[in-house]
């Protein structure tokens, strides 16, 4: 029995230790990722709206809210709570999810790549603090 335990609690350890390296991985890829969004979004301390809002705390946050921020009408009533859900779909095509945003993005279509996007986006608290 001691040897059953002992070997289940290996296995558990592994496969936590395998999918923290894994969602790691995912955050290192998103940040890369990230890199079409700088020219219009902001995220982490410090950070400040630009052509789009600041990315903080996105995971959570009702479209629309971000102080400071001049949004459209579109996104201020589209009733949207972001998830990942919703990220994931709204990233592929921004002007589909949401007409009349002013997001002038082409969209992710590689779902990978997405969900790396939402692994880093979402790491990020509303003090832009990497959680």
């Known amino acids: 029995m001691k040897k059953l335990t002992l070997s289940a609690l290996v296995a558990l350890t592994a496969m936590t230790a395998a999918t923290s390296s894994a969602l790691a991985q995912d955050v290192a890829a998103g940040k890369t990722s990230f890199n079409k969004c700088l020219a219009c979004h902001a995220i982490g301390e410090g950070a400040k709206n630009k052509v789009g809002p600041v990315l903080n705390g996105l995971d959570g946050r009702k479209s629309g809210t971000v102080e400071g921020y001049s949004y459209s009408d579109a996104n201020k009533n589209s009733g949207i709570t ?16 949401i007409p009349g945003t002013k997001m002038v993005f082409a969209g992710i279509k590689n779902e990978k790549e997405a969900n790396d996007l939402w692994a880093y986006v979402s790491s990020f608290d509303k003090d832009g603090k990497q959680k």
Request: a positive charge; hydrophobic letters at 40%; glycine letters at 6%.
């Open 82 to 97: 972001w998830g990942k859900d919703v990220f994931l779909e709204y990233i592929k095509d921004p002007k589909a999810k």
